[in-house]
Nanobody
C-alpha cells in the first residue's frame, strides 16, 4: 500500500524560503514519477512541479526560477525547495506519486506566506 507523508510546511514571510519533503513507502520509489500540486482557497488544484524517475523536471510558469524539485531515491523522498516566496504561493501543497495507471496523493501540508 502506497503511502505519502508530507512535511515542512508552515508560515513564512514574503521573500523567505521553505523546503517541503515527501516520504514514500509501499512502492519501488525510484521507478515512479513524483510531483507537487497545490490548492489555494477558492481555486483549483494545480501542478507546481514534477520529476521523472530519471530526474527530468518540469515546473509551472508561476514558480520557475524560484522552486526546485528533487528526489533522493536512497531515502524514498522527494523535495520541493521554495525560495522567494510570494503571498500568492499560499496554498495546501500535495505530493503525488504515479505508479502504473494510479496516482497517489499525500495528505497535504499548509504553506502560508505573509506579505
Amino acid at each position: 500500500q502506497v503511502q505519502l507523508v508530507e512535511s515542512g510546511g508552515g508560515l513564512v514571510a514574503a521573500g523567505g524560503s521553505l523546503r517541503l519533503s515527501c516520504a514514500a513507502s509501499g512502492t519501488s520509489f525510484r521507478f515512479n514519477p513524483m510531483g507537487w500540486f497545490r490548492q489555494a482557497p477558492g481555486k483549483q488544484r494545480e501542478l507546481v512541479a514534477g520529476i521523472t524517475s530519471g530526474g527530468s523536471t518540469t515546473y509551472a510558469e508561476a514558480v520557475k526560477g524560484r522552486f526546485t524539485i528533487s528526489r533522493d531515491n536512497a531515502k524514498n523522498t522527494v523535495y520541493l525547495q521554495m525560495n522567494s516566496l510570494k503571498s500568492e504561493d499560499t496554498a495546501v501543497y500535495y505530493c503525488t506519486l504515479s505508479e502504473y495507471s494510479n496516482i497517489y496523493w499525500g495528505q497535504g501540508t499548509q504553506v502560508t506566506v505573509s506579505s
